[in-house]
């Protein structure tokens, strides 16, 4: 779902010192966006739950990560596949950490969970159009956009898995068909981009928001045991495998730059 058109002319327009900071949408980046959310998902059970980390130990750790991370993402001047995506598992991960905190350590409910991060999703989008005129991701060229895009990305992923855990746990009872109706939705939307013209801005930030409760419920199916209408495949195996294709399609990247959407200028 590219939205480049939609902004190409006036991105010519702006002077900056700095090229765009996130990769284009290719089938690549949807490919690993979903194996992050899921990584996030069996990751976080795996330190919380198999290494006795507990949640606000797994939360520290991870939220050192991911600082060190986005200080390395903040610093770069374009984008750069490994440390861009190093970002988004570690912020894939921080996300879920926060909902399953709040819900499981604090007694909250994913109802409200979800009704909250769903407040505060809209409110990054509404400061940051406010503020900037634009949600594309062809525009983040600024530190002030990138801080809004990043802002906005860990209120999705928050959502995203409050949002997932509630359809699987407390409405339909299956993560199976949790997969199966969020990857429904991310069909619906791609289909109303390309044969209705959804707005390409709109298609994409939509698409962007399921694929987080799309990826926990993945890996929540894939971990669950058989009983519980799971494929009982363990946190190990399931971050283990996945981590290795976001790596080589990671690598892969790197070396085409088949994602990058404005070229060095120095290149």
């Not at 089938?27 to 990751?43: D, H, M, N, R």
């Not at 861009?84 to 598992?89: A, C, E, G, M, T």
Request: glycine share 8%; charged share 15%.
């Amino acid at each position: 779902m590219s939205e480049q058109a939609v902004t190409s002319a006036s991105t010519g327009r702006v002077a900056r010192t700095m090229l765009n900071k996130v990769p284009e949408a290719t089938i690549y980046f949807w490919v690993i966006k979903i194996l992050a959310t899921t990584v996030g998902e069996t990751i976080s059970d795996y330190f919380n739950t198999t290494l006795n980390f507990g949640l606000v130990g797994t939360f520290a750790l991870m939220a050192s990560l991911l600082v060190v991370a986005l200080a390395l993402q903040f610093r770069s001047r374009r984008y750069i596949p490994g440390v861009y995506w190093l970002s988004v598992v570690l912020i894939s991960v921080v996300g879920t950490l926060i909902t399953d905190y709040l819900h499981d350590d604090r007694g909250i409910g994913l109802r409200p969970l979800t009704a909250v991060f769903s407040v505060a999703l809209l409110v990054s989008f509404g400061v940051w159009y406010a503020s900037e005129k634009t949600l594309s991701i062809h525009s983040i060229y600024t530190t002030k956009r990138e801080t809004f895009y990043w802002t906005t990305i860990l209120c999705s992923f928050a959502l995203g898995t409050a949002a997932g855990d509630l359809l699987g746990e407390d409405y339909i009872h299956s993560y199976g068909k949790a997969v199966l109706i969020f990857s429904g939705i991310i069909a619906a939307v791609t289909v109303a981009h390309f044969v209705v013209k959804l707005n390409a801005i709109l298609a994409f930030w939509l698409a962007y928001i399921v694929t987080r409760p799309l990826g926990a419920s993945i890996g929540d199916f894939v971990s669950t045991p058989k009983d519980e209408g799971g494929l009982n495949v363990g946190t190990t195996v399931i971050s283990a495998v996945f981590l290795v294709v976001i790596i080589a399609l990671v690598t892969f990247l790197t070396r085409t730059e088949a994602d990058v959407t404005e070229k060095r200028l120095d290149a």
